[in-house]
Structure formats: structure tokens, C-alpha cells
């Protein structure tokens, strides 16, 4: 019985062939759509989620006045972070200053995308440390697992010296700590981070004025965006005051899940 059906079915089959094989692909291709439009979505959803604190975390942007028309930048001021907690405030700022550092040990020479940052930056945001800390202070160094890797090999490398190249200086510095690489849907590629303090010392003071802009001003609250840009706004009189060139009209903040949507 079953091996009657079984013929009727492949002679079927052998009358519709063609049918059968559009039907075949139409289908094919339909899951492979579904498929990778879950994937986009899934990419775009999770962007950014491995921080545990992503719902209070947001980046600080500027709205200034240029022949009389109004417009959005993402620099801040390089003072803004650093004078937040003499408010009072129920804040937490970190200065984010991106960079292309050349790091030398021995005849090894590699240039790769770092950061200097203050050191509230690694409470503010999520990394995962494989070994060591996050201390950044007297130029302490944190390195992604494979650039230390690529640097030091497999071994243990944590209290390891090597050399930071910067506009003709050279800098020793001490790996303090090892994260995990990051993901690609994360905003932040860097495979090296560094203190905004060491930054400072190499091109002066005035990367904590408040006419020197920073590229990124993160904050992390618990208070709503209207309070948070309310008691931001407090220091726009600072900037005009420094500079009244600046036009500074106003601060505003967008939530860490939607800077993936404006860059």
C-alpha cells in the first residue's frame, strides 16, 4: 500500500516538475528572507545591550547658533563632565576622547583605535574584564584580549610595561587590565583605553576648558531627560562666558539606544 503511494507521488512529482521547483524556491527564499531580516532586527535590537546600565545612559550633545540658524553637534565642552559633580548633581559624566594611538614594545610597532577617558567610565558602561582592573590612573593602560594578544602573545601580560607614541613623545605605560573584544553592534571600538588625565598632560590643560570641545560627554541618572537637560543647561552661561563666539543655545541628551540611529 505504502509503496503505491509512494509511486503515484513520484509520477505526480515527475508530471509537475517545474511547478514544484517554482513552488520550492518561492518557499526557500521566503525563509531565507525571514531569516535575515530576524537577524537585522536582532543586530539592531541588542545594539549597545550589553550594558547593564544602557536604560540610564545617555550622550550629551550641543545645539549652537551659526548665522542665525540653529544646529546640532555631538562635541561638548571638555569641562562640562569634570564640573558636574561639584553640582550636587545626581550625575555621572565621563569625558570619551577617540584617538589612533601608535603603542611600541620592543621592535613591535601597532597603531589602533583607542580612547582617553575618565575613570567613570567603566562604572558608567559595561566591559567584561578578563584579567587585571580598570584603574587608569599614573598612565595605566586597558587593552581588548586580542590586541594584548598581538602585543604580548597568550601569557599573562598584566603589570607589563610598553610605550605610547604621541606627537613626537613617548609615554611608558603599565597594562593595568584586559577586557573582552566588543561586539560588532556596539558603539564603542576602541582596543585600547587610556585616562583623559594622560591626555591632558601630553597637549595641556586646556582639554578641561570650556571653549575646548571633547568628542563625546557620556552621563549616566536616574533622573527623567527633562531634569537631566534642565540641570545641564545650567552651564551654558559658562561656555558664552568663555567664549562669546560659541552661540551655545542650549544641551541635549539622547538615550544610548537611539546614538546607534544618528551616527
Known sequence: ???????????????????????????????????VSFFNWQFHEEF???????????????????????????TTPAALASSIPDQGFDIEAARYWAHQSILRIGEKVLKRPSAFTDPSFTSIFTFHLIEGSFDLSNNGIILTKQ????????????????????????????????????????????????????????????????ITDTHATFISSNLSVSDLEFNLNKFVENVNVADPKAQLESFYVTPLKEIANEA
Open 1 to 35: 500500500m505504502l509503496s503505491n503511494y509512494l509511486l503515484t507521488a513520484w509520477r505526480h512529482a515527475q508530471k509537475n516538475a517545474v511547478y514544484i521547483l517554482i513552488n520550492m524556491l518561492g518557499l526557500a527564499f521566503g525563509i531565507a528572507s525571514c531569516t
Open 48 to 74: 549597545d545591550g550589553q550594558h547593564l546600565n544602557s536604560e540610564t545612559i545617555y550622550k550629551v550633545n550641543s545645539i549652537k547658533k551659526d548665522q542665525g540658524e540653529l544646529h546640532k553637534y555631538a
Open 147 to 210: 590586541f594584548k594578544e598581538e602585543l604580548f602573545g597568550p601569557e599573562t601580560a598584566i603589570g607589563q610595561s610598553l610605550e605610547l607614541i604621541l606627537d613626537g613623545q613617548v609615554v611608558e605605560l603599565q597594562l593595568n587590565g584586559i577586557i573582552e573584544d566588543h561586539k560588532l553592534n556596539s558603539s564603542f571600538q576602541f582596543e585600547v583605553l587610556m585616562s583623559y588625565n594622560l591626555y591632558r598632560s601630553i597637549y595641556g590643560d586646556a582639554n578641561n576648558s570650556w
